[in-house]
């Protein structure tokens, strides 16, 4: 069997940047997504976001390709959030994200970055 350790930092928006993820619904998805990931085979090292966006660090195995990781990750959260009907309307991620490859000793200072995504996003 393959040994492959791809460590990715991704992020994603909502539609529009509409800001739906507020607390509680933000820490109610980003346990789901961490539930259903895990239950996929994809190790999440750390999940956390602001009220329009999250920012994910990864594990990619030798398995799946990046597409299908993030189909996993943000397709079957949004059909989630809205089977919960937690919000009053329909919720979408948008189209796009952005991925980018993280060494292995960066990883404590991308896991700090994505642990103070609020305290970062309210002070800016």
């Known amino acids: 069997m393959p ?3 791809i460590l990715l930092h991704a992020v994603w928006a909502t539609k529009a940047r509409t800001p739906w993820l507020v607390s509680p619904t933000r820490k109610i998805l980003i346990s789901h997504i961490l539930e259903n990931a895990h239950s996929k ?10 009220i329009d966006h999250l920012h994910c660090l990864f594990v990619l195995n030798a398995d799946m390709s990046l597409a299908k990781a993030m189909q996993l990750i943000k397709g ?11 919000l009053p ?14 060494s292995k000793k960066d990883v404590p200072s991308v896991r700090r970055y994505i642990d103070k995504q609020e305290s970062h996003h309210r002070s800016r």
């Open 3 to 5: 040994h492959v350790n």
């Open 41 to 50: 085979g994809i190790q999440i090292l750390a999940i956390n976001g602001y």
């Open 76 to 86: 079957e959260s949004a059909h989630w959030l809205n089977k919960t009907q937690m």
């Open 89 to 102: 309307q329909k919720f979408e991620w948008g189209d796009e994200y952005f991925v980018v490859s993280v």
